[in-house]
T-cell receptor, first 111, second 114 residues
Framework: SQQGEEDPQALSIQEGENATMNCSYK?????LQWYRQNSGRGLVHLIL???NEREKHSGRLRVTLDTSKKSSSLLITASRAADTASYFC???????????WGAGTKLIIKP | DAGITQSPRYKITETGRQVTLMCHQT?????MFWYRQDLGHGLRLIYY???????DKGEVPDGYVVSRSKTENFPLTLESATRSQTSVYFC?????????????FGNGTRLTVT
């Protein structure tokens, strides 16, 4: 069963603008992760945020988590062409072995 | 630093044939996973393995078989391929059982069943 759901499904912005993607989930979690997938490649881990954290930064990435709304957002600031990719959130759904994945947001950065 | 390697990258096979997808990792990670990725479904777990000779079913295991005789290898076999198994298959690994450890993915195998 899919828990994480990303929104929007697709996003097209100009280079230099900020991109925001959202992820919602249904049950309680211990942590939430964001991954990036470039076309034709495997997924790459970007950042993990635990359920007791509200915000986390990594370079141009900012992730927030609102457990009361069961949602997370990924903000990419000052976007670059190289940020063109699909972005996925994944949660643990209180499982000790399995991540539950959303369908992803496809981000296109226009030069 | 090869990391995690999948082969072949592309495979076309006919309905009813057996096909094996290979996965090899150089990190000695304990956990390995097989996912399939289909449009609109995100990633779905097929099988996973906690260590050599320990495997277990994921969300969509029907029609697939796995083995793990060595820590570094985790092949996925489709015993009798069906068109519904046309997909992109990803192998992944992580060092521990804890879900705070990030997954490391291979570049995938695109399988087409005709």
């Amino acid at each position: 069963s899919q828990q994480g759901e990303e929104d929007p499904q697709a996003l097209s912005i100009q280079e230099g603008e900020n991109a925001t993607m959202n992820c919602s989930y249904k049950t309680s979690i211990n942590n939430l992760q964001w991954y990036r997938q470039n076309s034709g490649r495997g997924l790459v881990h970007l950042i993990l945020i635990r359920s007791n954290e509200r915000e986390k930064h990594s370079g141009r990435l900012r992730v927030t988590l609102d457990t009361s709304k069961k949602s997370s957002s990924l903000l990419i600031t000052a976007s670059r062409a190289a940020d063109t990719a699909s972005y996925f959130c994944a949660t643990d759904e209180n499982s000790n072995y399995q991540l539950i994945w959303g369908a992803g947001t496809k981000l296109i950065i226009k030069p | 630093d090869a990391g995690i390697t999948q082969s072949p990258r592309y495979k076309i096979t006919e309905t009813g044939r057996q096909v094996t997808l290979m996965c090899h990792q150089t990190w000695s990670h304990s956990y390995m996973f097989w996912y399939r990725q289909d449009l609109g479904h995100g990633l779905r777990l097929i099988y996973y393995s906690a260590a050599a000779d320990i495997t277990d079913k994921g969300e969509v295991p029907d029609g697939y078989v796995v083995s793990r005789s060595k820590t570094e290898n985790f092949p996925l076999t489709l015993e009798s391929a069906t068109r519904s198994q046309t997909s992109v298959y990803f192998c992944a690994s992580r060092p521990t059982g804890g879900l705070v450890s990030p997954l490391h993915f291979g570049n995938g195998t695109r399988l087409t069943v005709t």
